[in-house]
């Protein structure tokens, strides 16, 4: 298979906020401040307590969603030169080849440590932090089921 890849902005942060809430550390601490937030809430409606732990937990709360939708997104997007290239991807049972103008790369199957699937990407991982996004805008449906099977097969689905 061959795919020309490029990236659209708009698109490409929301894949990036994907990759950022499909994270177990991430979606941990939304979970324990949100249950703290709500602890708070009904301890001030019934009056145990003042209204600066409410505050607090919502300031906290505030913070964390604007880091996570806004700031980490657009910081990755900014940083990598990589969203605003465009580039041919062969695909076939040996690994990807990436290439563009200015070169080249190879990645076997086992370079791959899991994937999934957003909306607009297949989401591609080396390691915890180490990614590749897919864009799916210029694939179509028999191609991306094609891949799909290919992925099952290669790669552990997460």
Request: net charge positive.
């Given at each position: 298979?061959?795919?020309?890849?490029?990236?659209?902005?708009?698109?490409?942060?929301?894949?990036?906020?994907?990759?950022?809430?499909?994270k177990?550390?991430?979606?941990?601490?939304?979970i324990?401040v949100?249950?703290?937030?709500?602890?708070?809430?009904?301890?001030?409606?019934?009056?145990?307590?003042?209204?600066?732990?409410?505050l607090l937990f919502?300031?906290i709360?505030?913070?964390?969603?604007i880091s996570v939708?806004?700031?980490?997104p657009?910081?990755?997007y900014?940083?990598?030169t990589?969203?605003?290239e465009?580039f041919?991807?062969?695909?076939?049972?040996?690994?990807?080849?990436?290439?563009n103008e200015?070169?080249?790369?190879?990645?076997?199957?086992?370079t791959?440590?899991k994937?999934?699937?957003?909306p607009?990407?297949?989401?591609l991982?080396?390691?915890?932090?180490?990614?590749?996004?897919?864009?799916?805008?210029?694939?179509?449906n028999?191609?991306?089921?094609?891949?799909?099977?290919?992925?099952?097969?290669?790669?552990?689905?997460?």
């Amino acid at each position: 298979m061959q795919l020309p890849i490029s990236y659209t902005k708009n698109k490409t942060i929301q894949g990036l906020r994907y990759h950022f809430f499909s994270k177990k550390e991430i979606k941990a601490l939304l979970i324990i401040v949100n249950v703290f937030a709500i602890i708070a809430a009904i301890l001030f409606y019934s009056n145990k307590i003042r209204p600066e732990p409410l505050l607090l937990f919502s300031c906290i709360w505030m913070i964390m969603m604007i880091s996570v939708w806004f700031i980490l997104p657009y910081s990755i997007y900014k940083q990598s030169t990589t969203f605003n290239e465009s580039f041919i991807l062969f695909i076939n049972e040996s690994g990807l080849r990436l290439d563009n103008e200015r070169g080249y790369v190879n990645w076997a199957w086992n370079t791959f440590s899991k994937y999934f699937e957003s909306p607009n990407f297949i989401h591609l991982y080396f390691d915890e932090k180490s990614f590749f996004l897919i864009p799916k805008d210029n694939i179509d449906n028999e191609i991306l089921e094609n891949l799909r099977e290919l992925l099952k097969r290669k790669i552990e689905f997460n």
